[in-house]
């Protein structure tokens, strides 16, 4: 058993000092008392660790290629996909393990416990399954028991181009699942969590309702019971025009109409809803999958934060393409979009919790309900889950309470975080992933031959 000792720490009642807690060996949290004397290791502040909600791992190794101006008179989301398709012909297994690592390191050392990879990249170039159908969920899988990351593993169904039905694109055929070649790549993706520790979880992602047909989406609800369930959602202007010419409704309104969302259903950046759909999606109980940095580099659009908070809505948090992770940032992002949008101050912030509480918390809820995942919170019996953050910085002095959350968010910045612990496993430790000199190293092997290929 570990002995953790905290000055401050979060727990479900809120604030507490000289927190004493104990780590069973099954990776869960024992017995927590506040008031205690030091014992153990020594940490500052203790916070639940939240899940990461919506990864494309690959796509980490895309960062920097797609900022210059394109042919096109006007760069947007859909010519950003052009790119990104002609990177795909490139990648091999060997590649999307060494990239997938390194993302889960940057992950933990962000203060994250959880990936949940949103998982579409199936098949080799063309289209042809690999000789093992789920070779790529077996290549995370790998990074993902080489980094102690907590992993929620959600393979893609990716039925069709679009709401004609349309057949994949050339870049596309590395995604492309029909129906029963999907729940074959399902049951064989899970099989590969079989050699993960036990935290580890699947679930089901129907890519969006461009991508697969109503049939298809009612089958992946029903594959998986209990289990999480994603799909992209009303993320671009152009994307709900073509589902409401198809299908006669806006995306949300289809979903609501024809669907039965709860809370096992995260719906992926909701960034063009009217207030009504904003309104009526959030009472379902579905979380709302964020991902501010992303959706900033893609020129997604702005959440309707305040009316979805207002409805009682949840929300957590992703990182989405990974050209940026931060968990800080990420949250800052999405309370400084609403700022940017209102022309007023602390937009999210409630009359008992400050904005980053209040932001905090919510990741928190949120991310514990995407993965599937007994975590967020500081509680006997759930995943030993935790982040310790530095108190003897700049940024944390004199603050007491919700303050230390404020400046953490809207101050703070990269190695703050000094260790996470992933179901008990103590990933990183002095702001450093214990493998990350050979996953870095990895990854620049990797970067240096994807070059000589492209």
Same mark, same amino acid.
């Given at each position: 058993?570990?002995?953790?000792?905290?000055?401050? +720490?979060?727990?479900?009642?809120g604030?507490?000092?000289?927190?004493?807690?104990?780590?069973?060996?099954?990776?869960?949290?024992?017995?927590?008392?506040?008031?205690?004397?030091?014992?153990g290791?020594r940490?500052?502040?203790?916070?639940p660790?939240?899940?990461?909600?919506?990864?494309?791992?690959?796509?980490r190794?895309?960062?920097?290629?797609?900022?210059?101006?394109g042919?096109?008179s006007?760069?947007?989301f859909?010519t950003?996909?052009?790119?990104?398709?002609?990177?795909l012909?490139?990648?091999?297994? %060997?590649?999307?393990?060494a990239?997938?690592?390194?993302?889960?390191?940057e992950?933990?050392?962000?203060?994250?416990?959880?990936?949940?990879?949103?998982?579409?990249?199936?098949?080799?170039?063309?289209?042809?399954?690999?000789?093992?159908?789920?070779?790529?969920s077996?290549?995370?899988a790998?990074a993902?028991?080489?980094?102690?990351?907590?992993?929620?593993?959600?393979?893609?169904?990716?039925?069709?181009?679009?709401?004609d039905?349309?057949?994949?694109?050339? #870049?596309?055929?590395r995604?492309?699942?029909d129906?029963d070649?999907?729940v074959?790549?399902?049951?064989?993706?899970?099989?590969?969590l079989?050699h993960?520790?036990t935290?580890?979880?699947?679930?089901?992602?129907p890519?969006?309702?461009?991508?697969?047909?109503?049939?298809?989406?009612?089958m992946c609800? +029903?594959?998986?019971?209990?289990r999480?369930?994603?799909?992209?959602?009303?993320?671009q202007?152009?994307?709900?025009?073509?589902?409401?010419?198809a299908?006669?409704?806006?995306?949300?309104?289809?979903?609501?109409?024809h669907?039965?969302?709860?809370?096992?259903?995260?719906?992926?950046?909701?960034?063009?809803?009217?207030?009504?759909?904003?309104?009526r999606?959030?009472?379902?109980?579905?979380t709302a #999958?964020l991902?501010?940095?992303?959706?900033?580099?893609? #020129?997604?659009?702005?959440?309707?934060?305040?009316?979805?908070?207002?409805?009682?809505g949840r929300?957590?948090?992703g990182? %989405?393409?990974?050209?940026r992770?931060?968990?800080?940032?990420?949250?800052?992002?999405?309370?400084?979009?609403?700022?940017l949008?209102?022309? +007023?101050?602390a937009?999210?912030?409630e009359?008992?919790?400050?904005?980053?509480r209040v932001?905090? %918390?919510?990741?928190?809820d949120?991310?514990?309900?995407?993965?599937?995942?007994?975590?967020?919170?500081?509680?006997?019996?759930?995943?030993?889950?935790?982040?310790?953050?530095?108190?003897?910085?700049?940024?944390?002095?004199?603050?007491?309470g919700d303050?230390?959350?404020?400046?953490?968010?809207?101050a703070?910045?990269?190695?703050?975080?000094? %260790?996470?612990?992933?179901?008990g496993?103590h990933v990183?430790?002095?702001?450093?992933?214990?493998?990350?000199?050979?996953?870095?190293?990895?990854?620049?092997t990797?970067i240096?031959?994807?070059?000589?290929?492209?």
């Amino acid at each position: 058993m570990t002995v953790l000792w905290a000055e401050r +720490a979060l727990l479900p009642e809120g604030w507490a000092e000289n927190v004493r807690l104990e780590i069973a060996p099954d990776g869960r949290i024992g017995q927590v008392h506040a008031g205690a004397e030091p014992e153990g290791q020594r940490v500052g502040l203790l916070l639940p660790a939240m899940a990461n909600l919506h990864s494309h791992a690959f796509q980490r190794a895309m960062a920097g290629l797609s900022e210059a101006r394109g042919p096109h008179s006007r760069d947007t989301f859909w010519t950003w996909r052009q790119i990104m398709y002609r990177f795909l012909d490139h990648l091999t297994p %060997d590649d999307a393990e060494a990239i997938a690592a390194l993302v889960q390191v940057e992950m933990l050392e962000a203060g994250y416990a959880t990936n949940v990879e949103f998982h579409y990249l199936h098949h080799q170039p063309g289209g042809t399954p690999y000789a093992s159908l789920a070779e790529m969920s077996e290549r995370i899988a790998a990074a993902a028991a080489r980094t102690g990351i907590g992993l929620t593993l959600l393979p893609v169904h990716y039925q069709f181009g679009g709401c004609d039905n349309r057949p994949l694109g050339p #870049g596309q055929a590395r995604f492309g699942t029909d129906p029963d070649l999907f729940v074959r790549l399902l049951d064989a993706a899970e099989g590969a969590l079989r050699h993960l520790p036990t935290d580890a979880g699947i679930g089901v992602a129907p890519h969006s309702l461009r991508a697969v047909s109503p049939d298809a989406l009612q089958m992946c609800a +029903a594959l998986r019971p209990g289990r999480p369930l994603h799909i992209h959602l009303a993320e671009q202007i152009p994307e709900i025009e073509e589902v409401q010419a198809a299908r006669g409704l806006r995306p949300v309104e289809w979903v609501l109409e024809h669907c039965a969302p709860d809370r096992n259903w995260t719906m992926i950046h909701l960034t063009h809803m009217t207030p009504d759909e904003t309104r009526r999606l959030a009472v379902t109980g579905a979380t709302a #999958g964020l991902c501010p940095i992303t959706e900033a580099s893609l #020129g997604d659009g702005i959440f309707n934060g305040t009316i979805w908070q207002d409805a009682g809505g949840r929300w957590g948090y992703g990182s %989405d393409s990974n050209i940026r992770i931060s968990l800080a940032e990420e949250l800052r992002g999405l309370e400084y979009s609403q700022r940017l949008r209102d022309t +007023a101050r602390a937009i999210l912030a409630e009359p008992a919790r400050s904005t980053g509480r209040v932001l905090y %918390d919510a990741g928190l809820d949120g991310g514990a309900t995407a993965a599937g995942r007994d975590t967020g919170a500081i509680r006997q019996g759930m995943w030993a889950d935790l982040c310790a953050v530095a108190l003897d910085t700049p940024v944390l002095a004199g603050r007491e309470g919700d303050r230390m959350l404020d400046s953490l968010i809207f101050a703070g910045g990269d190695g703050l975080v000094r %260790d996470v612990w992933a179901a008990g496993r103590h990933v990183v430790q002095d702001g450093r992933h214990r493998d990350r000199d050979r996953i870095t190293a990895d990854y620049l092997t990797c970067i240096a031959s994807l070059q000589e290929r492209m």
